[in-house]
């Protein structure tokens, strides 16, 4: 039997190599072949996993996020299980994560802090779900964030400190929900946004539906589906494209206030309570010291009434002429 070739090492180091029980060479491929089968060290649990960071847990039933996430992932794949909810720190484990699939999951619940942990996530799929609402802060962790999809879920509502400020984000997905109108604001946290779809929501022609209209005046090429956004109400307005509607249409329309506006009235709010307060307080005790001085001077005059001898009557002579009679 021969042993192995060491052409660049001296005889002592050959000789303790071949005297060790389990060779040092083989066991970095060992490492490298466990990560891609399940319940290996560095998987996560029933996940299949290969070379590069993805972990495939696609289709498996799982009720929760499986455990044993780690900075080596990079992928994860949990479409098509039975994840129901995304409880705070979901994914701590996972920080170097960059693309999370959780379509056809049955979720309807997503903690404020579920993403915390995921500022290097690029691409989140959250379509096919059952979610019709979201907290605000959701997405506030996700600042590389550049897609993410809520198509196919129940929103009827999406308000904008739930998006939060993403500035890389580039496609939003926002298809077949219950949204009527996109709220003011929303869209202002994107300046980089270039793909916005819409399709499949009874969108209501009404004066909410202004910031929407408005953006797609301003970005015809990022709405690919703008076209064909059709008004389901009211009735006279029914099938009416949404780019049919210039600015003017809203002019009835009260312009909601901006942010710096927002912020001006919240600053002033407490400043203009406290001074009306102490102007309150100011007349309150003029009119106090007034009454005060008021009834004080009714009661000197009262003793000084009283002090005062009273006048003799018309047929009543004085006491100096009585004493002259006498």
């Given amino acids: 039997m ?10 002592p180091l050959q000789l303790l190599l071949l005297l060790l029980p389990w060779p040092v060479w083989a066991q970095a491929p060992a490492a490298a072949a466990s990560w891609g089968t399940p319940g290996a060290l560095d998987c996560p649990e029933a996940c299949v996993c290969a070379p590069g960071g993805q972990a495939n847990c696609s289709g498996r039933a799982l009720p929760a996020v499986p455990g044993g996430l780690n900075w080596r992932v990079r992928v994860l794949l949990l479409n098509h299980n039975r994840v129901h909810a995304l409880p705070p720190g979901a994914f701590a484990d996972a920080g170097a994560l ?5 379509r056809e999951n049955g979720l309807r619940w997503v903690h404020a802090r579920a993403f915390w942990g995921l500022g290097a996530l690029e691409q989140l799929d959250l379509s096919a779900n059952q979610l019709e609402a979201l907290l605000p802060g959701t997405f506030a962790p996700l600042r590389a964030l550049r897609a993410l999809s809520l198509a196919e879920n129940r929103l009827a509502r999406l308000e904008p400190a739930a998006l939060g400020a993403l500035p890389l984000l580039r496609a939003l997905s926002l298809q077949d929900n219950d949204l009527p109108a996109l709220a003011s604001g929303l869209l202002e946290g994107l300046p980089n946004l270039n793909t916005l779809r819409l399709r499949g929501n009874p969108w209501t022609c ?23 956004l059709l008004c389901v109400s009211p009735g006279r307005l029914t099938l009416s494209p949404l780019t049919a509607f210039p600015e003017a249409a809203f002019s009835h329309c009260a312009r909601s206030l901006a942010a710096r506006d927002l912020a001006v ?7 203009s309570f406290l001074a009306s307060l102490a102007a309150c307080l100011a007349l309150g005790s003029a009119f106090t010291a007034c009454g005060a001085r008021h009834r004080r001077r009714r009661r000197a005059a009262a003793r000084r009434q009283q002090r005062r001898p009273p006048d ?15």
């Fill in 265 to 271: 009235v919240y600053a002033l709010g407490p400043v």
């Fill in 2 to 11: 021969r042993s192995p070739s060491f052409p660049s090492w001296g005889p």
């Fill in 312 to 326: 003799p009557g018309p047929g009543t002579a004085s006491p100096a002429a009585t004493a002259a009679q006498a």
């Fill in 98 to 102: 960059l693309r999370l699939d959780l």
């Fill in 206 to 228: 009404g004066c909410a539906l202004r910031p929407l209209c408005a953006w797609l005046r301003g970005h015809p090429r990022h709405a690919p589906e703008a076209e064909t």
